[in-house]
């Protein structure tokens, strides 16, 4: 919300093309994470020093890449000279986004819990530093990246509180080799997520950096809804370590909670919220709308992946096979990402070149396809976990989330205000206030959450238990 205030609406679109650049040097990050978690699951000794090591020398790599390749794709984005400097920044997201993701893959097989205090401290961070940077130094656009990579430190900070005592244990070489030969899954993943992401190069070449702002700051919104796959988060070691059909019940449970107020929160708001950000993004209400629908399709698509591959036993022995990798329902799974590209970006494509549309219209294009592809890769991906293990959907609780959700709908709708930082906040809260006082009266379960949520934090931030 600093940044979109205290910036043009052209240098936000600047922002997010950067975040779509660095996209690409951080292509491998997550191929050592994804199995870190598996191994540190399955308690293979040594393999969080090991990850460690090797992702940190992944991430030095793509970082020297990007300082050489960087001037030459301004160039070729027609890009003016004087942000250079602004997009070099982006050499030490590249090494923290590296760390992040290692550290994170530990810690969500010993202390998932943690990662949602992680974020927590993250986002903290960012106000302070942000707004130190922008508003007090003037330093715009550069503030921005440079308070950003302050935040990811102390987040990187955070974590290694935690870990440090596993890094103690011996570096296994042998791992490594078997990862990397595994790691035709993860490049196969990453490089479906990647083509998928073209859409939005496409957007800002073709449409222009104030559709790209469009879509940013929507997506910046609409991506909170995600964060409540993180209450899953402990559901995929689990799984490895071999849990069952109540542990992927309890997770759905606990992300819909969240996730259904969430969403239909951020559609009867979406022009108060938009405002906020800055009062040019109100009339993006559509993309927000269209893109809070996605995000919830998307972490749904993200609980069923994890059941998918919370268990395959592709790798449990610490030896993996090639061959077993391309009959496992896994790689079906990621094969999705493909179909969901193969509708996505050809139709935009199209769009963009042989349809002169301005910059709102083209991005209420690129939300909907997006969300009308993400519901066939959710279908999909519920029928393969199903096949991998039986599992009852929580329909009651679900009818439960509906009902204490439309009271705060109306309420919300009803409760016209101005579009005031302060006054939208209240709402928010007071939003959300309604929901949990009505969920709370007809779900006993949400006591109890609402009581262990107050004692993990408690625990994590004093040092002591409630």
């Known amino acids: 919300m600093i940044i979109t205030r205290n910036v043009s609406i052209e240098e936000y679109g600047i922002f997010n093309n950067i975040n779509d650049i660095l996209s690409y040097f951080t292509l491998v990050a997550m191929v050592i994470p994804f199995w870190v978690t598996r191994f540190v699951a399955r308690r293979h000794p040594g393999s969080s020093k090991t990850g460690l090591v090797v992702n940190t020398i992944i991430a030095m790599i793509a970082a020297i890449l990007y300082i050489f390749m960087i001037p030459g794709i301004l160039h070729a984005l027609q890009i003016r000279e004087e942000y250079l400097a602004t997009y070099m920044v982006g050499v030490f997201l590249i090494i923290e ?26 986002e903290v961070s960012k106000v302070p530093l942000v707004f130190l940077f922008i508003v007090i130094l003037g330093m715009k656009l550069m503030g921005a990246l440079i308070g950003l990579t302050l935040a990811f430190l102390i987040q990187i900070v955070f974590y290694l509180r935690y870990l440090m005592p596993l890094f103690k244990e011996k570096i296994r070489w042998d791992y490594v080799k078997e990862w990397f030969k595994a790691s035709l899954l993860n490049i196969y993943n990453i490089v479906g997520g990647r083509i998928l992401m ?15 702002a469009y879509y940013g700051a929507s997506q910046a919104i609409s991506s909170i809804i995600g964060y409540s796959f993180y209450l899953a988060f402990a559901l995929y070691p689990k799984l490895l370590s071999g849990g069952g059909e109540e542990d992927v019940t309890t997770s759905l449970k606990m992300v819909l909670m969240f996730a259904i107020p969430m969403t239909l929160g951020a559609i009867t708001l979406s022009g108060d919220i938009l ?34 591959s ?15 990798i391309i009959k496992s329902k896994l790689f079906l799974s990621i094969t999705l990402i493909y179909v969901q590209a193969a509708i996505v970006v050809p139709s935009t494509y199209l769009i963009f070149t042989s349809v002169s549309l301005d910059a709102l219209t083209a991005t209420v294009y690129l939300a909907s396809i997006n969300m009308l592809a993400n519901v066939i890769v959710m279908l999909a991906k519920y029928m393969i976990a199903r096949k991998c ?29 101005p579009a005031k930082l302060t006054v939208t906040v209240a709402k928010v809260l007071f939003g959300a206030l309604i929901y949990f006082l009505i969920l ?20 994590t931030f004093l040092g002591r238990a409630e």
């Open 310 to 324: 919370g268990t395959e036993k592709i790798d449990a022995s610490a030896k993996i096979s090639c061959k077993e």
């Open 198 to 212: 073209l859409t939005n190069i496409f957007l800002f070449i073709y449409v222009g950096e104030l559709s790209r």
């Open 97 to 122: 986004n590296h760390m992040v993701a290692v550290l994170e893959a530990i810690l969500r097989s010993r202390r998932p819990e943690t990662i949602g205090f992680g974020l927590f401290v993250l």
């Open 275 to 308: 405002s906020i950000l800055n009062v040019s993004y109100r009339v993006a209400k559509p993309v927000l709308m269209a893109l809070s629908l996605n995000a919830f399709l998307t972490t749904l698509s993200l609980v069923f992946g994890s059941i998918i």
């Open 389 to 417: 293990l039986e599992f009852t959907i929580p329909w009651m609780n679900i009818g439960k989330y509906f009902i204490a959700s439309l009271p705060m709908v109306l309420a919300l709708y009803l409760l016209q205000t």
């Open 440 to 459: 709370s009266m007809i779900d006993e379960e949400t006591k109890r959450i609402i009581r262990f949520v107050k004692k993990e934090a408690a625990k």
